[in-house]
């Protein structure tokens, strides 16, 4: 039995990527109405430019890299790129402007990944019918973070095919929950037609 908690399609899989995190930023204390206030830098800026250029990019392997990164080193992974070697993920609160005025065709990456930090609004799925349906997106497209087990059939259904189950959360029951519903009423990115079109009356 895989050690793993990487679903592709409706299989578990080892994961062949090696991704690559954001630098943290560092905790800063202000002063406000004369009191310290300690806080995080977090929320949902983009990335710092230190915290791009301190990110370490790893010479081997498959890396899934943060747009950010990517977009500062473009020239420098063309030959990566090339190989099937470079992959990306944003965050939620991203968008997908910089990228596709950059690339025209995207389907130039293997896999395409949307971190969710918090589960909060429905950006992802909002993500995932963008990359598919207007952008064109033909690769794998995985879910990470905070992906809930009830979320992953209406994630197919947007689109994605791939999801990283958080460590600690049964992978099979997860597995299940993409069968949650045998035919679904409304067309998706997945099934486009609904249900009474699909089906012919007698």
């Given at each position: 039995?895989?050690?793993?908690?990487?679903?592709?399609?409706?299989?578990?899989?080892?994961?062949?990527?090696?991704?690559v995190?954001?630098?943290?930023?560092?905790?800063?204390?202000?002063?406000?109405?004369?009191?310290?206030?300690?806080?995080?830098?977090?929320?949902?800026?983009?990335?710092?430019?230190?915290?791009?250029?301190?990110?370490?990019?790893?010479?081997n392997?498959?890396?899934?890299?943060?747009?950010?990164?990517?977009l500062?080193?473009?020239?420098?992974?063309?030959?990566r790129?090339?190989?099937?070697?470079?992959?990306?993920?944003?965050?939620?609160?991203?968008?997908?402007?910089?990228?596709?005025?950059?690339?025209?065709?995207?389907?130039?990456?293997?896999?395409?990944?949307?971190?969710?930090?918090?589960?909060?609004d429905g950006?992802?799925f909002?993500l995932?019918?963008?990359?598919?349906?207007r952008?064109?997106f033909?690769?794998?497209?995985?879910?990470?973070?905070?992906?809930?087990?009830?979320?992953?059939?209406?994630?197919?259904?947007?689109?994605?095919?791939?999801?990283?189950?958080?460590?600690?959360?049964?992978?099979?029951?997860?597995?299940k929950?993409?069968?949650?519903?045998?035919?679904?009423y409304?067309?998706?990115?997945?099934?486009?037609?609904?249900?009474?079109?699909?089906?012919?009356?007698?």
């Amino acid at each position: 039995m895989l050690n793993s908690q990487l679903i592709l399609n409706q299989s578990i899989i080892d994961d062949e990527w090696t991704f690559v995190a954001l630098p943290s930023e560092n905790e800063e204390i202000k002063k406000q109405a004369g009191k310290v206030v300690l806080f995080k830098l977090t929320g949902e800026s983009s990335p710092s430019e230190l915290q791009i250029n301190e990110t370490v990019i790893p010479q081997n392997s498959k890396i899934i890299l943060p747009l950010s990164v990517y977009l500062k080193n473009r020239e420098a992974l063309k030959t990566r790129l090339k190989n099937n070697e470079i992959a990306l993920w944003l965050a939620t609160h991203e968008t997908l402007h910089a990228l596709i005025t950059i690339e025209k065709d995207i389907n130039i990456f293997p896999l395409i990944a949307i971190f969710v930090e918090r589960f909060q609004d429905g950006r992802i799925f909002s993500l995932g019918n963008l990359l598919r349906t207007r952008y064109q997106f033909k690769n794998t497209l995985r879910a990470f973070g905070d992906v809930l087990q009830d979320q992953l059939f209406y994630l197919k259904r947007s689109g994605f095919d791939s999801y990283l189950i958080k460590t600690g959360k049964d992978v099979h029951e997860a597995l299940k929950a993409l069968q949650s519903f045998s035919d679904p009423y409304q067309g998706a990115v997945d099934i486009k037609e609904p249900v009474w079109k699909r089906r012919v009356r007698s």
